[in-house]
């Protein structure tokens, strides 16, 4: 049996120019004969523009693919096809770098424990100084939990699964939520609806590199936006039968409705009081109940649509 380590590109080489030999490094660490670690490049640009890093690194360990349906459900999906012999399949984007020991503490937690899915921990260093507004909401501070404290909902950026449960349950990325973001919360969330093992693991780190794109409060706004309206999406995705979707949507409702009151009586007082940290949370909280309601509405932000190349 194989231990797969994915990663996940679309025309970014000088990230993958970064981490690959990191993971290849990582890989070596926990690799035995009897189970081997190969690295997989799911590349998500139809034009492989990733192949020239893998011909750069000329390592026996990497395997490349292309994934030419655009979306990161898509992406997600081909890792899963490509990994669905191995015992083990770990999840990781290609912005980031994992910390000495990462794959190690992620495999050590998934065979002492027996969890099907185990997260790891994700901090941020940042391209440039922080926006004095985004700084002062803390935007990109993570959760941090205790190592196998159990969770029920995940991200892929720091997650290992194991794919003897993936192939019982024959779980996939649902590709509706290919451009808008979301699709990891959904599997994530119906893995854990089985009755499956999630666990943390706060030992496993990667840091996420954020570029100044992503620093400024326009950023913020709209990712805020999008984590209400893919949550509403996912909630709605849940629902079995036509009653229980507008059960979901009522809880919607009740959920995004105060966040856009209360969030707009926090930005009110820190107005009038002069606290940066109470606008700033204030307004990010208001706009993510909006894009909950708008989310239960059936609107779907899609975060990540793509430009076609001339």
Partial sequence: MTITLSVLTF?????LRAVLPMLVAQAREVAT?????????VDNDPE???????????????????????GIAA???RALEEGLASSALVFVDDDERPHPGWLRAL????????????????????????????????FFERRRL????????AATNNLLLDMAAIRATGLRFDTEFGLSGGSDTLFTRRLAATGALMVWCDEAV???????????RDWVLRRSFRYGNSGSR??????????????ARARCVARGLPRVVVGGARWLLGTMTGSARNRARGLRTAVRGAGVLVGASGYVYQEYGRARRS
Wanted: avoid cysteine.
């Fill in 11 to 15: 025309r970014r080489p000088e990230d």
């Fill in 33 to 41: 004969p009897a189970e081997p670690v190969e690295v997989l490049v």
């Fill in 48 to 70: 492989g523009s990733g192949r020239v890093v893998l011909d750069e690194l000329a390592s026996p360990l990497v395997r490349y693919v292309v994934e030419s349906i655009p």
């Fill in 75 to 77: 992406a997600r999906n």
């Fill in 107 to 138: 495999v050590d937690t998934w065979t002492r424990t027996g969890a099907v899915a185990v997260s790891g921990a994700v901090v941020s260093d940042f391209a440039a100084d922080l926006d004095p507004w985004v700084r002062e909401g803390g």
């Fill in 146 to 153: 205790a190592t196998d404290t159990p969770i029920s909902i």
């Fill in 206 to 216: 990667v840091t996420d590199h954020v570029p100044a794109s992503r620093m400024s």
């Fill in 234 to 247: 996912v909630e709605l995705s849940l629902a079995d039968s036509v009653a229980e979707r507008w059960t």
